[in-house]
Each structure stands twice: as structure tokens, then as C-alpha cells.
Nanobody, 117 residues
Framework: QVQLVESGGGLVQAGGSLRLSCAAS????????MGWYRQAPGKQRELVAR???????NYADSVKGRFTISRDNANNTVYLQMNSLKPTDTAVYLC???????????WGQGTQVTVSS
């Protein structure tokens, strides 16, 4: 049974920082591209950041220079360090795993991030 469990969300003031974690189980973590998406009320889900199974990364333009994605293959965990948070970053943040070869796709349940002005 595959599980992606996010943690680390919460309420923070603008300019603050949060670190999200996503612990994966039931998959061979090192074979998966891992991503963080977010969905705000009334808006489409959007990619925030992604790390490939070979360590490459890419970011949405809106978070470049503020957010950093990293992965720990030994502990089956992907992180999202979020700095200089803005109210526009408020959303549910979801963890995503996609097999690098077969494209099998899994989602976590999400963690709420709220940034107050």
C-alpha cells in the first residue's frame, strides 16, 4: 500500500518560513520523481517544485529563489523549504510521486499552508 504523508504546514506571517515534509512508504523511493503541488480555493492545482530521481530540480517561477526542494532517499522523504512566504502562497500543498519510467502516479492528502499579511 502506497502512502505519501505530508507534514509541516501551518499558519505563518508574511516573510516567515516553513518546512514541509513528505514521507513515502510502499514505493521504491529512489525510482520516483517527487513533486510538491499546491491548490488554492477556486484555483487550479499547480506545480510548485519537483525533484527527479537523479536529483534534478525545477521550480515554478513564482517560488524561484524562495523555495528549495530536496530529497533524502535513505529516509524516503522529500522536503520543501519555504522562505520569504507571501499571502499568495496560501494553499493546500500536496506531495506527488511519479515513477520515472512507468509514470505510476500517487498523491498525498495535503497539508494546509496559510500566510497572513
Amino acid at each position: 500500500q502506497v502512502q505519501l504523508v505530508e507534514s509541516g504546514g501551518g499558519l505563518v506571517q508574511a516573510g516567515g518560513s516553513l518546512r514541509l515534509s513528505c514521507a513515502a512508504s510502499g514505493i521504491i523511493f529512489s525510482r520516483y520523481n517527487m513533486g510538491w503541488y499546491r491548490q488554492a480555493p477556486g484555483k487550479q492545482r499547480e506545480l510548485v517544485a519537483r525533484t527527479t530521481n537523479d536529483g534534478g530540480t525545477n521550480y515554478a517561477d513564482s517560488v524561484k529563489g524562495r523555495f528549495t526542494i530536496s530529497r533524502d532517499n535513505a529516509n524516503n522523504t522529500v522536503y520543501l523549504q519555504m522562505n520569504s512566504l507571501k499571502p499568495t502562497d496560501t494553499a493546500v500543498y500536496l506531495c506527488n510521486a511519479v515513477h520515472a519510467l512507468f509514470h505510476t502516479n500517487y498523491w498525498g492528502q495535503g497539508t494546509q499552508v496559510t500566510v497572513s499579511s
